[in-house]
């Protein structure tokens, strides 16, 4: 990798743990009128909304990692174009969180980094594995975001809207990576992955 190549990586990093996301398309439910959640509720969506955004924090680091092992231009070119719809998550839930009073992880630079290790792994491996890491990775989120749906108050539409959304962008991300053959990954890793997420997001619910 070239100089210029590492520091717009490094850019590329930095913009995203510590300057505010932007979105192209507008933000799901911001049409929506907002509703008057009590304080239990409040801080229950902020703890949900910031695991989605510390998720997304993690998905650009995997993505990056892996974009940056990938031996297939092709490949390369759709983990760029999922990364940048995963901005744009993170965007939203960066927007509902402030809406709501609350604030991000305190730990996003240590998941991102964490993250960026494994996307460079998964790379190393080969393509075939490299999408098979990123289709698993989009089940399980798609898994979680199902569980938020249930999880969220009927009431507030605002967070129930950029939540289903996001669940249609991951699910188009998975099918993009079969598509462009991924393999299937041992139970082991899946059970492994699954394990690593668990901490992430109960960490992430409180800090």
Known sequence: MTVDQTIIEIDRALRTIL???RSVRAVPGSNQPDV???VAQKRHVVGLMRINHCGEICAQALYQGQALTSRDVAVKEALRGAADEETEHLAW????IAELGGHKSL???LWYAGSLTMGLVAGALGDKWNLGFLAETERQVEAHLDGHLLDLPEEDVRS???VE???LDEIRHAETAI???AAELPQ????AMKMVAKVMTLTAYHL
């Open 19 to 21: 300057a505010p996301a």
């Open 107 to 109: 730990l996003n630079p």
């Open 188 to 191: 082991p890793i899946k059970a």
């Open 93 to 96: 839930t960066e927007q509902r």
């Open 165 to 167: 959304q996001m669940r």
């Open 179 to 181: 598509c462009y053959g």
């Open 36 to 38: 008057e959640l009590d």
């Open 160 to 162: 129930r809207a950029i």
